[in-house]
């Protein structure tokens, strides 16, 4: 299954596509919204998406407002993760399917995108 990470902390990315590659995941990371967007019109359809509030470029909540804007990708369950101070706030404005604080446990991320695309 395709997840796509959309987070700019490059060394959160390569640790957390080796992770669940280790569980069988397919991981496209993209380092911005602008770049996340252009992976979801171009490309497969992921099963989930991993975003984070606070990039350059494109942030998350830009990306999340255009995800939803656009019926094709607005059905893609999205999971939140950011370190912001009230990024749990912003999760319920978003309309995320889930949210999760940093530093993440990843077993509970795992668990979370395992449930997510199952629903898929």
């Known amino acids: 299954m395709r997840i796509l990470v959309v987070d700019d ?6 640790a957390l596509a080796e992770f669940l590659e280790l569980f069988g995941f397919r991981v496209v990371v993209a380092s911005d919204g602008g770049e996340a967007l252009a992976a979801l019109r171009n490309g497969p359809p992921p099963a989930a998406i991993v975003l984070d509030l606070s ?16 019926a ?4 893609t369950p ?4 950011s370190a912001a101070l009230d990024a749990e706030q912003v999760a319920r404005t978003l309309h995320v399917d889930e949210f999760l ?18 629903a898929a």
Not at 78 to 81: M, Q, R, V
Not at 106 to 117: G, H, S, W
Request: aromatic share 4%; charged share 30%; proline share 4%.
């Open 9 to 14: 902390d490059r060394d959160w990315t390569t």
């Open 55 to 70: 990039m350059g470029g494109m942030d998350g909540v830009r990306f999340r407002t255009e995800q939803l804007s656009d």
């Open 72 to 75: 094709t990708l607005a059905a």
């Open 78 to 81: 999205t999971l939140l993760c």
């Open 101 to 118: 604080s940093k530093p993440v446990a990843p077993m509970e991320l795992l668990r979370i995108l395992r449930r997510l695309t199952d």
